[in-house]
T-cell receptor
């Protein structure tokens, strides 16, 4: 256990559904991240939040909508997804941002998303 | 471009033996951090070892050590006395600065390591 939890662990949804992924960290960290892990591709950063403020949107389509109500919780709202969005979505957190890698990123177990 | 290349998609090793996983990277930064992450079949990614680029001494963590060659931009991971629990995907990564001034981990595609009994 890394102190970062994600729910649900598995999700199957149709292209017209709306669903949300949840991430919670119990480490007192200030920065949180969403990554996408597709088969045979490197992990891709999607969003970065620092003290609840979004600092990075890595050209993610608008059908993915992040929300960070506080430093401990991060959501990813999904709507009208495509089959190619099927992947493992990983959440991570670190103590702070902007320290050049001094702070380790701790990952959650991921949500395996399948879009039919 | 800031990239990480892991040239070995899959490797296997016998229990108790030593294995080395390769990684090369490309960055224009002068100081940065390099990481090896492990992702077992349960999927939770965990940090194995980290190296700060300006430190010449290679990092070690118990059975895990790195061979960091800054000029060659090479960062290999050596696992000694391999154990069955070392079976996992191993990802090499470094911190890159984004266009927005933020930071992100740039990952390689990973090496699937299997430790055989």
């Amino acid at each position: 256990e890394t102190g970062v939890t994600q729910t649900p662990r598995h999700l199957v949804m149709g292209m017209t559904n709306k669903k949300s992924l949840k991430c919670e960290q119990h480490l007192g960290h200030n920065a949180m991240y969403w990554y996408k892990q597709s088969a045979k591709k490197p992990l891709e950063l999607m969003f970065v939040y620092n003290f609840k403020e979004q600092t990075e949107n890595n050209s993610v389509p608008s059908r993915f909508s992040p929300e960070c109500p506080n430093s401990s919780h991060l959501f990813l709202h999904l709507h009208t997804l495509q089959p190619e969005d099927s992947a493992l979505y990983l959440c991570a957190s670190s103590q702070d941002l902007g320290r050049g890698g001094r702070d380790t990123q701790y990952f959650g177990p991921g949500t395996r998303l399948t879009v039919l | 471009a800031q990239t990480v290349t892991q040239s070995q998609p899959e490797m296997s090793v016998q229990e108790a033996e030593t294995v080395t996983l390769s990684c090369t990277y490309d960055t224009s930064e002068n100081n940065y951090y390099l990481f090896w992450y492990k992702q077992p079949p349960s999927r939770q990614m965990i940090l194995v070892i980290r190296q700060e680029a300006y430190k010449q001494q290679n990092a070690t963590e118990n059975r895990f050590s790195v061979n960091f060659q800054k000029a060659a931009k090479s960062f290999s991971l050596k696992i000694s006395d391999s154990q069955l629990g070392d079976t996992a995907m191993y990802f090499c990564a470094f911190i890159a600065i984004t266009q927005g001034g933020s930071e992100k981990l740039v990952f390689g595609k990973g090496t699937k390591l299997t430790v055989n009994p």
